[in-house]
T-cell receptor, first 113, second 114 residues
């Protein structure tokens, strides 16, 4: 079945350093979504990428969708302690109307002040 | 507007028992999906309901079932509980599901099977 792999599993950075997490799918995705889950919380939607090669920015966060629509990345510039949490990518399975998200394992970010 | 509400927040059950979890989606949302989250397996898709019909199903045994009511509220049921069913069960609602809609997650129900 379709798999979405995410690396690294954990990342510890010093506040102010950059952070990147990578997501790879075994199949072409119709779109990819990114979520953030704070410790003890629930996943919160960050962004959705739909087009091949798409790049979107949200303040210090940059999201990219690969040309082949099989990989994606999230880059955070100058991390802050508020960035702590687990970041998940999630690929949408299929091309029709479906809510079946295939999640990567997540990357847990720790930021040292 | 009110978010996704899941009840109860915490549950402790004994092996062999059954459990029913409830999810009230955001008003107007018709798609409700359920996920199981464990430290080892991450977020695993259970099933999705849309307009009272199961539209998608994950790779879970038949002990896991669900349903959706006409007001879009959804329940999931797990029968003959096993220790491995201990997890955070998350419900997510979206407007219609599909390629261009984001999922809004509830706080989850933490199930512990002893």
């Amino acid at each position: 079945g379709q798999q979405v792999m995410q690396i690294p599993q954990y990342q510890h950075v010093q506040e102010g350093e950059d952070f990147t997490t990578y997501c790879n799918s075994s199949t072409t995705l119709s779109n990819i979504q990114w979520y953030k889950q704070r410790p003890g919380g629930h996943p919160v939607f960050l962004i959705q990428l739909v087009k091949s090669g798409e790049v979107k920015k949200q303040k210090r966060l940059t999201f990219q969708f690969g040309e082949a629509k099989k990989n994606s990345s999230l880059h955070i510039t100058a991390t802050q302690t508020t960035d702590v949490g687990t970041y998940f990518c999630a690929g949408l399975n299929g091309w029709g109307n479906t809510g079946k998200l295939i999640f990567g394992q997540g990357t847990t970010l720790q930021v040292k002040p | 507007k009110a978010g996704v509400t899941q009840t109860p927040r915490y549950l402790i059950k004994t092996r062999g028992q059954q459990v029913t979890l409830s999810c009230s989606p955001i008003s107007g949302h018709r798609s409700v999906s359920w996920y199981q989250q464990t430290p080892g397996q991450g977020l695993q898709f259970l099933f999705e309901y849309f307009s009272e019909t199961q539209r998608n199903k994950g790779n879970f045994p038949g002990r896991f079932s669900g349903r959706q009511f006409s007001n879009s509220r959804s329940e999931m049921n797990v029968s003959t509980l096993e220790l491995g069913d201990s997890a955070l069960y998350l419900c997510a609602s979206s407007l219609v599901g599909g390629r261009y809609t984001e999922a809004f997650f509830g706080q989850g129900t933490r199930l512990t099977v002893v």
